[in-house]
Structure formats: C-alpha cells, structure tokens
C-alpha cells in the first residue's frame, strides 16, 4: 500500500479533527488529525486506551510511535526531508504532514494525500495495494 492509498483510506474511515491526534468514543477512534488518518488508514482501525499522567509526554510518544511506523512501512521516509520555505532548515515527512495539516497553510487530508502521491516513489507507485488488516490499541493522552 502507498501511503498516500493508507491516508485516503483513513479519510474514509474517520472525519477530520484539527488538534488532538485522535477524538474517542467508546474505545475507539471518531476523528483523527492528518497522523491519526494515517494511522487508521494502515492499521484498519484503532482501539485507544487513555493513559493517566502527563499528556504532553503521551502525546509527543503518540506521535514518536507514528513516524516510527511510517519508516516500518515506507523506509524511505526514513531520510527523505522537505525544505522549510524561507529557511536552511530540513524536516520529516512526518513533521511536514503536521504542518501543512496544522500550521499556516491548513491544508485537507485530501490535500496531503495528494501531496504524498506526488513524492512517492515510482517504485511505491507500481506495486499492488496490501490491505493491512489488524487492530492496534493505541496509549491515548487526550480524554
């Protein structure tokens, strides 16, 4: 599967939220933020266990947790970077995702998606589609 195929699955699954990285109810995800449509559109679905404590180490976890599973499934974005308008500056796919979902230009899911097919490799773009059919229960920060 491609990513921009595992993102455009997830926009199927769950309507957008800006903010948290996933919205809950019952155990299970209603909305996700770009990453979060990400992470479903992978997985299929996801069961979220709130955790106690601090919700600012939760969350960079959370997001810690997802780039990691990005690189599993797509190792090229382990070293690929964009360039930050205006500066020197690098960063990762995943941070880049957060960014045009979350910062200035406020992009869609469907935008990023987009966005995502145009930088994939041809390689990613000729293979068949793999349904990853699982269910991960995922530690969550926000109740």
Known sequence: MKMSEAMRRG?????????????????????????????IGILGT??????????????????RRIYDRLAEMWPWTKDYRV????????????????????????????????WLESIEPVEMQVEPAVVVEQEAEVEYAYA
């Open 83 to 114: 360039a930050v308008p205006g500066t020197a500056a690098t960063r990762s796919i995943g941070l880049e995702i957060m960014m045009r979902f979350e910062g200035e230009q406020r992009q869609s899911r469907e935008q990023i998606a987009d």
């Open 46 to 63: 996801v069961k979220l266990r709130v955790l106690e404590g601090d919700g600012f180490n939760t969350g960079f976890n959370n997001t």
């Open 11 to 39: 926009i199927a699954m769950v309507p957008e939220i800006h903010g948290p990285i996933y919205l809950r109810s019952d155990g299970q995800a209603t909305a996700a933020c770009a990453l979060g449509t990400l992470e």
